[in-house]
């Protein structure tokens, strides 16, 4: 089954709640990301909370977005 995102809710502490075409719902840690290329914009004032759903997985503006299945396999 092709993993797909259907909601994402961003939480405190650089956490998202996902929603996947599974049925689950999960918990998506991104602290382990704020000091990565791209994904120090997180730690721009209200930048993580611009999370949406895309083509299938989380994004936010300036085309960054995190692969589905990692979404899946590291969240809880």
């Not at 075409?21 to 611009?50: A, M, P, S």
Request: proline fraction near 3%; hydrophobic fraction near 40%; glycine fraction near 6%.
């Amino acid at each position: 089954m092709l993993i797909k995102v259907l909601e994402v809710k961003a939480l405190e502490n650089y956490r998202l709640e996902i929603t996947f075409n599974t049925g689950e719902v999960k918990i998506f840690d991104c602290t382990y990301l704020i000091n990565r290329g791209v994904f120090q914009n997180f730690t721009k004032h209200g930048f993580f909370q611009l999370a949406r759903v895309e083509y299938g997985t989380v994004t936010w503006p300036n085309d960054i977005d995190i692969d589905p299945e990692t979404l899946y396999s590291k969240a809880i």
